[in-house]
């Protein structure tokens, strides 16, 4: 059962428009939630989070969005560059007993920003 | 500032023969230490988990273990490597005390034919 869900296996944009990388989650015990960017053979590299208590979160030319009630978060990045071009991991966390956390991830999305 | 590694970076093993993969952290103490793994066209998963010495916790039935015999070491193993073992091994950290953020080492792909 995939508790995190990312429908869209690739996204194609142009360079300088926006580019939109969405997330749907079932677990509502999940109070976190990350984006990570992987490249091929290397590991993700955090991007983002935003907690469960807040509906948005930006960094720069990178923002989240969360939509409690419907499940689904959102990751724009505006405007787009070529460099943006990587696979894109949404993650959800909970708390796993004591000072641990874990993370549920998507099977990711592939972006490809084109210039 | 933390760095985390991993190595070897490639791995090539025959079917049967004995794993050991090592994640080192520098710049922290006490971090909680994940191994997961990632097969072809998947996303991570979870293998194990540990938040102290000689503390490991297993997500899924499978061919591995994993043990942390100093605080900043992690170390996956398997005494007979299976086809199905082969995938991109990753190894991530938190901070023990606020820790949903993980952060990721570069990776060890491995090979078993």
């Known amino acids: 059962d995939q508790q995190v869900k990312q429908n869209s296996p690739s996204l194609s944009v142009q360079e300088g428009r926006i580019s939109i990388l969405n997330c749907d989650y079932t677990?509502?015990?999940?109070?976190?939630f990350l984006w990570y960017k992987k490249y091929p053979a290397e590991g993700p590299t955090f991007l983002i989070s935003?907690?469960?208590?807040?509906d948005k979160n930006e960094d720069g030319r990178f923002t989240v969005f969360l939509n409690k009630s419907a499940k689904h978060l959102s990751l724009h990045i505006v405007p787009s560059q070529p460099g943006d071009s990587a696979v894109y991991f949404c993650?959800?966390?909970?708390?796993?007993?004591?000072?641990?956390?874990?993370?549920?991830f998507g099977k990711g999305t592939l972006l490809t920003v084109n210039p | 500032s933390q760095t985390i590694h991993q190595w070897p970076a490639t791995l090539v093993q025959p079917v049967g023969s004995p794993l050991s993969l090592e994640c080192t952290v520098e710049g922290t103490s006490n971090p909680n230490l994940y191994w997961y793994r990632q097969a072809a066209g998947r996303g991570l998963q979870l293998l194990f988990y540990?938040?102290?010495?000689?503390?490991i916790s297993s997500e899924v039935p499978q061919n591995l273990s994993a043990s942390r015999p100093q605080d900043r070491q992690f170390i996956l193993s398997s005494k007979k490597l299976l086809l199905s073992d082969s995938g991109f091994y990753l190894c991530?950290?938190?901070?023990?005390?606020?820790?949903?953020?993980?952060?990721f080492g570069p990776g060890t792909r491995l090979l078993v034919l």
């Open positions: 991530a950290w938190t901070n023990r005390g606020g820790g949903e953020t993980q952060y």
């Open positions: 935003i907690s469960s208590i807040k």
């Open positions: 993650a959800a966390s909970q708390r796993s007993g004591g000072s641990n956390y874990k993370l549920t």
């Open positions: 540990s938040v102290g010495i000689g503390q």
């Open positions: 677990n509502s015990m999940f109070d976190y």
